[in-house]
């Protein structure tokens, strides 16, 4: 505790008391790391009223992360001194839950990441000082695949990126080839999203999209989450599919739905939807349409603000799940407007090819039927 006015021409008195003795010098390897959690700032507690008082128990961290020379990552609780260890092969990692988050961060959510030979992990354990449980620390995130020729250097919190560099080989006058370090970033946004929609943490979740919706990465995000979300509720069995449908009386949507709900509230929705359809085989169109939106009325969405590139895009999975006689007439609507002067027209060449291109293709196709 300190007392007194801290200046240059004052005499402070710092008072230490001893609050928690604890050795993490076991018969394990010596730690080469170390973390607490929650992480403490002195600039606030410098900020603190010299008459104020505070238990110092509470200004403790809770827990310990401890990365040992073997590899081996470690959470030791700060409470009853217990080390739990979490994983092996570990070479790095970061601690982002700090009591004092920075402004514009997006990555509070999440506890911390670690990099070793399974690629990068991201940890969600409970926050706060709760006591440990081991299942907390069990939620890793599979779909997080971090290039491997990518070696990870740090964090971007105000970006929510993992920052790490490459080496390509370059080849020149010299005799032997050059390596040259690549910087790489790979942003963790949609692993954040999707982790809050699954704690049904709608609101944060709306909070942290937009947050990053001026970042020059965040329509991939949003199609990097819709994708995920979409992919793994198509692979699950069949037979789980029909329990989950009989749940009927169920006040929770389910996690694809939450996350169509999310994306609505944004203007990217309309590309990030078809764009997943584009990527995804068409039998299941008809499962993604159904909770994203009819395909003509977000074909005519987009034709009444005037995105005609994302409009035509919709016209091959109307053909699919609406029949060649409706995809052929938005076609036609389509191929209309190519040629009118602005503020309707006025497409650049390349537009104007890629749209005749598949309008005619469509029309192609409907009269060799007929």
Request: proline fraction near 6%.
């Amino acid at each position: 505790m300190i007392s007194g006015e801290l200046s240059p021409s004052s005499n402070p008195v710092l008072q230490l008391s001893t609050v928690r003795e604890l050795s993490i010098m076991s018969p394990k390897s010596p730690p080469v790391s170390m973390r607490f959690i929650p992480e403490q700032n002195d600039k606030e507690v410098l900020k603190r009223d010299t008459n104020e008082s505070y238990d110092l128990l509470s200004q403790q961290p809770s827990r310990c992360l401890i990365l040992r020379t073997n590899g081996e990552l470690s959470v030791l609780d700060m409470d009853d001194g217990h080390e739990h260890a979490l994983t092996n092969s570990i070479e790095l990692f970061w601690v982002t839950c700090s009591q004092f988050e920075e402004k514009g961060s997006l990555i509070k959510e999440v506890s911390w990441l670690d990099y070793g030979h399974q690629g990068m992990q991201v940890w969600y354990p409970s926050h706060g000082a709760g006591p440990f449980k081991q299942e907390d620390f069990l939620q890793l995130d599979p779909e997080l695949e971090f290039d491997r020729e990518v070696y990870p250097l740090g964090l971007l919190p105000n970006v929510g990126v993992v920052v790490g560099v490459s080496q390509r080989m370059s080849f020149s006058t010299a005799e032997f080839p050059c390596f040259e370090p690549s910087p790489q970033a790979q942003t963790i946004l949609h692993c954040l999203l999707r982790h809050l929609l699954q704690r049904d943490k709608i609101d944060e979740a709306l909070r942290l999209a937009n947050l990053s919706a001026e970042k020059p990465h965040f329509s991939h995000c949003l199609e990097w989450l819709l994708f995920t979300v979409f992919d793994a509720d198509i692979s699950r069995p069949s037979a789980s599919k029909n329990q989950a449908s009989q749940k009927v009386d169920s006040p929770k949507n389910s996690l694809l739905e939450k996350t169509c709900d999310l994306l609505r509230n944004f203007p990217e929705y309309m590309d990030v939807v078809v764009s997943v359809a584009r990527k995804t085989d068409g039998r299941h169109w008809a499962d993604l349409f159904s909770t994203a939106g009819r395909s003509t009325e977000m074909f005519e969405e987009c034709f009444q603000q005037r995105w005609y590139r994302t409009a035509a895009c919709y016209i091959l999975v109307i053909a699919k799940l609406e029949g060649p006689a409706v995809s052929q007439y938005c076609a036609l609507r389509l191929l209309q407007v190519i040629f009118l002067p602005p503020p309707c027209g006025g497409f650049s060449l390349g537009i104007r090819l890629h749209l005749m291109s598949l309008c005619m293709s469509l029309l192609g196709s409907w009269f060799a039927s007929c």
